[in-house]
């Protein structure tokens, strides 16, 4: 069972800037609700029970958002708003399974998992980026479904324009299973649109193996300098581990790009 996920929080959002220049964009709201409810809404509805956040200083006030008691003490007391006790309520349920890591260089997404490596206990974990919101079908339950019938690693896959192909983590497809799951054959980080072996992309949807800490202790950096995840699954796939890509039915939502976050919540306001 996959009870434990973790979310990378430690990126410097360039792409949302000035929104992002002295707040979190993964407190940001979308549709009146900050992105990493959406998030952690996900995880409970997955079956998660631990959540592990990797922030850094510069985001503590993604740790502050979950621990600000005394205010909503005190704005309860005088206000008496069952809203707001509500809503202080749902924070105190989310705040009981987080627990943050601190990843204070942003090296890279790989580098930032590599930061949780002493807490996670099973032989598999889920990993969340906060900016890909997967809305209507809940893409983590369904990836954790697959996972249990043969206890492979899993990604969530969508298809790209072909032109785009360099700004995504590219699937080689090997075997396919059934209409929505294929095998892994190879991933690879922004390929050229020459070198994509498709355009199936990897979206921010994980589960995988305790054993890639191995591989992100020894990682170089890759495309761009940074310690990409990818590169450690490229890896593991072809040291014969078996991953399975999953064309999830949910609508993607690009909450990381200006464009994207502003459409985000036009289509969360319409279900
Ligand atoms: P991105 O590279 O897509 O986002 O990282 P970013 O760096 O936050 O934003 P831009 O590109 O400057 O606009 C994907 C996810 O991985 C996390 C980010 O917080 C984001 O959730 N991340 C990235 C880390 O936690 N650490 C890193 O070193 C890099």
Redesign the pocket.
């Known amino acids: 069972m996959i009870k434990q996920a973790i979310?990378?929080?430690?990126?410097?959002?360039?792409?949302?800037l000035p929104l992002?220049s002295v707040f979190p964009?993964?407190l940001l709201p979308i549709n009146g609700k900050p992105g990493i409810e959406y998030i952690l809404d996900e995880c409970v509805d997955a079956g998660i029970k631990e959540v592990i956040f990797?922030i850094?200083k510069k985001k503590e006030m993604i740790k502050n958002y979950f621990y600000n008691d005394g205010f909503y003490k005190k704005i309860i007391k005088q206000k008496k708003d069952p809203r707001i006790k509500k809503e202080y309520q749902k924070i105190i349920r989310y705040r009981k399974m987080i627990k943050f890591v601190y990843?204070n260089?942003?090296?890279?997404?790989g580098?930032?998992v590599l930061k949780t490596k002493r807490y996670i206990k099973d032989k598999f974990f889920l990993m969340l980026?906060?900016?890909d919101l997967i809305i209507k079908k809940n893409c983590s339950k369904s990836m954790i479904k697959i996972h249990n019938q043969n206890k492979f690693s899993v990604m969530a896959s969508m298809n790209v324009r072909k032109k785009t192909v360099s700004r995504w983590g590219i699937y080689k497809m090997g075997k396919k299973i059934d209409k929505r799951n294929f095998f892994i054959k190879d991933v690879i980080e922004k390929p050229t649109i020459k070198k994509a072996p498709s355009n199936k992309a990897v979206i921010?949807r994980y589960i995988i193996p305790k054993t890639i800490f191995k591989i992100l202790s020894k990682i170089k950096p890759g495309k761009g300098h940074?310690?990409h995840i990818t590169d450690a699954i490229q890896s593991l796939i072809h040291k014969q581990n078996k991953f399975i890509g999953h064309n999830f039915s949910g609508k993607y939502l690009d909450c990381?790009?200006m464009n994207g976050y502003i459409k985000s919540s036009l289509e969360i306001s319409k279900l």
């Open positions: 979310i990378p929080l430690a990126g410097l959002g360039t792409r949302l992002t964009k993964e990797i850094s990843q260089k942003p090296l890279g997404t580098d930032a980026l906060p900016d921010g940074e310690i990381g790009s």
